[in-house]
């Protein structure tokens, strides 16, 4: 199961921001993308092993540019 988020400024601060990231849930035995509807299944229903999940966590990096006015 794939979950994506989107970058974002946070409200209380103009200088930090969440970067965009996708979380991906897999079974740790096999690596198979689990889908929501068996996250609470016992076994993996690909290799059929006890279903211990792992996450894989993506991070996208942009270059923030930072304007600074050193007219004086």
């Keep these: 199961m794939k979950q994506r988020y989107e970058s974002k400024e946070l409200s209380d601060s103009k200088s ?7 979380i991906d849930i ?9 889908d929501e509807d ?4 016992d076994k ?5 092993a006890p279903l211990e999940l792992k ?3 993506t991070i996208e990096v942009a ?3 930072i304007f600074v006015d050193t007219s004086g």
């Design 26 to 34: 897999v079974c740790d035995s096999c690596g198979f993308d689990v």
């Design 44 to 48: 993996c229903p690909d290799c059929g």
């Design 38 to 41: 068996d996250l609470n299944s």
């Design 55 to 57: 996450q894989n966590i």
């Design 16 to 22: 930090s921001i969440v970067a965009a990231h996708t």
């Design 63 to 65: 270059p923030l540019v």
